[in-house]
C-alpha cells in the first residue's frame, strides 16, 4: 500500500499536487474563481484511489471488532457459567449446614431429655 495514513486519519503531508495552470477567461463569471483546470476531478480521483487502497484495512478493522466482541461475548458467558456454579456451591453448602444444625438440636434435645 503506497498511501499512508488510515481512513479515520490521513497522513497530514499526503500526496503532492501538482499545480496546473490556472485558467482565466477574461469575460466570464469563472475568471475571478481562479480554479485549475482539472482540479475538482483530480480530488476525486485521489478520493476514490485512496478508499480502495484502504479497503483492506477497513475489513481487516472490522473483521477484529467482531472477534473483540466475539470475545467479550465469551468472556461474559464464562463468568455467568461461574457464577452460576458458584450459586449452586453456595446452596449446597447451606443445606449442609442447615442439615448439621438440625443434628445438632437434635443431639441437644436428646441429652436435655435424658
Excluded: C, F, W
Excluded at 497530514?12 to 481562479?34: D, M
Excluded at 480521483?45 to 481487516?60: D, F, G, S, V, Y
Excluded at 472490522?62 to 470475545?71: F, G, I, N, P, Q
Excluded at 450459586?87 to 445438632?104: F, P
Amino acid at each position: 500500500m503506497s498511501t499512508h495514513g488510515t481512513i479515520g486519519r490521513p497522513a497530514p503531508y499526503g500526496p503532492r499536487r501538482h499545480h496546473q495552470a490556472l485558467v482565466i477567461e477574461p469575460h466570464t463569471e469563472t475568471a475571478t474563481s481562479r480554479r485549475p483546470v482539472g482540479q475538482r476531478q483530480s480530488r476525486q480521483e485521489q478520493n476514490r484511489t485512496r478508499k480502495l487502497q484502504l479497503i483492506p484495512e477497513a475489513m481487516a478493522r472490522s473483521h477484529m471488532e467482531e472477534r473483540a466482541a466475539e470475545a467479550m461475548s465469551q468472556r461474559m458467558a464464562g463468568r455467568l457459567a461461574e457464577a452460576q456454579r458458584q450459586a449452586r456451591r453456595s446452596d449446597r453448602l447451606q443445606r449442609r449446614a442447615e442439615r448439621a444444625s438440625r443434628r445438632a438440636r437434635r443431639a441437644l434435645a436428646r441429652a436435655v431429655m435424658q
